[in-house]
């Protein structure tokens, strides 16, 4: 079965609609005609009722014939000794009083009793009525289908205006789906209902546009994030690979020793270089912290007793460090810190102070040291990944310690010398709300 478009069905359901409505009023007017004219030949027929009645009890049967005729009244008179007698008009009549005229016109009759044994039957046409009503009838059939052809040529038209937002609608969807996705729908401010759907429309085009460039935008970072993890793996493995051949090739227990050392080192750089490569690839997925209890202050604790065994020749400083629990993701939080005092390990000259202070919203970890900084047009860049200003290290510690922070709804920056991390003590993340 083939499927009618919206604009024909619309048109048929509203000619259905007035169709209904007409043929309705129709017999309305038609039922009430015809009992309000029924009542006045039921009111003419009593009137002459009475008039028999009365005239009844002063003249005998013949005379009353002669005067009803007189009064130009139908009637047929019987009388008491059984003769009947009709006024003009009246068709010949039976053995029962007649009903039809002369010309078989229809007549409504009501009997009357006479005091000397007979009857008299008062007669009216209703010739007026059924001729009135026919007319109606005709006159009602033709004007109800005139209206329903008109209904249908206005339905038709207001249709097809009504239902042009609709097909911009589809025209726009055709154009946007050819490539050409700068289209939009014009606004229509005096139409409250198109106007919502032209906006939602619209928000909607927006939404899917956005959608399009943050995906084109995250594969472009991941074909340059692969890029970039390709070649800085590429510098290890080849050192892994060069280690391994010299072992091969040499008997020298020298070469053999000096080739282990490079290998192991290699192999280490590689570990961590991997271990950050999929822990970006994790901060990439947007996956919520795995959030639990734990204080900041023990974890800045833990990392700076760690690299005071690394970095003996340093000296660490911890300030304003207390019990507050907050939180946050534990092991996250920890290799955040991790990143920022591997840092500032590889950048100081002999002192690092790291700073706790907690108040009403949020605890910050300040880390400075007395290197030689971050010049101001780098303090950004230094944040990009696979970016080491002194070419050391793999570029990425920085990087996934910003995306820790933002993964906690809080951020990190390089202000004053320093490197400031902020974490909000609820332990909402940046979609909460």
Do not use: C, K
């Not at 359901?13 to 009430?32: I, K, N, P, R, S």
Request: hydrophobic share 45%.
């Amino acid at each position: 079965m083939g499927r009618a478009s919206l604009r024909r069905r619309v048109t048929v359901a509203g000619v259905g609609v007035v169709a209904l409505v007409v043929v309705a009023l129709d017999a309305f007017v038609y039922l009430t005609l015809r009992d309000r004219m029924e009542s006045n030949l039921g009111q003419v027929l009593d009137a002459r009722e009475q008039l028999v009645g009365q005239l009844g009890e002063e003249l005998s049967a013949e005379a009353l014939s002669d005067r009803l005729d007189d009064l130009g009244l139908r009637a047929v008179v019987r009388t008491g000794d059984g003769r009947v007698l009709h006024s003009r008009g009246v068709a010949e009549p039976t053995e029962t009083l007649p009903a039809g005229g002369d010309e078989g016109e229809a007549l409504e009759g009501r009997v009357v009793p006479l005091a000397d044994g007979g009857e008299v039957a008062v007669l009216a046409s209703r010739a007026a009525i059924d001729e009135t009503l026919q007319r109606l009838l005709l006159l009602a059939g033709v004007g109800t289908v005139v209206v329903i052809v008109l209904a249908y040529a206005l339905l038709a038209r207001t249709s097809a205006v009504v239902l042009r937002p609709v097909r911009d609608v589809a025209v726009t969807a055709r154009r946007i789906g050819a490539g050409r996705s700068g289209e939009r729908l014009s606004s229509r401010p005096h139409d409250v209902e198109l106007a919502e759907m032209v906006a939602a429309f619209n928000e909607m085009l927006d939404a899917l546009e956005a959608a399009v460039e943050r995906s084109q935008a995250l594969e472009q970072a991941s074909r340059e994030f692969l890029a970039d993890a390709a070649h800085q793996l590429r510098t290890p493995i080849a050192g892994i690979r060069a280690s391994v051949g010299t072992l091969l090739r040499t008997d020298d227990p020298d070469d053999h020793n000096r080739m282990l050392d490079h290998l192991a080192r290699e192999s280490a750089r590689t570990a961590r270089l991997l271990s950050s490569l999929l822990r970006v690839a994790q901060l990439d997925r947007r996956q919520p912290p795995a959030l639990q209890h734990a204080s900041v202050a023990e974890l800045v604790g833990m990392v700076v007793e760690r690299q005071r065994t690394l970095a003996p020749h340093l000296s660490f400083t911890v300030d304003g460090a207390d019990d507050t629990v907050v939180v946050i993701d534990r092991d996250g939080i920890h290799e955040a810190i991790s990143n920022l005092l591997d840092n500032a390990v590889r950048h100081a000259a002999a002192t690092i102070r790291v700073t706790t202070a907690t108040d009403t919203d949020a605890i910050t970890v300040r880390v400075a040291d007395d290197g030689p900084g971050v010049p101001p047009h780098q303090q950004e860049r230094v944040f990009d990944r696979f970016v080491s200003l002194d070419g050391g290290g793999s570029g990425l510690g920085l990087a996934i310690a910003r995306g820790i922070a933002e993964q906690h709804g809080g951020w990190l920056s390089y202000t004053d010398g320093a490197f400031v991390l902020r974490l909000p003590r609820s332990g909402r993340g940046p979609g909460s709300a």
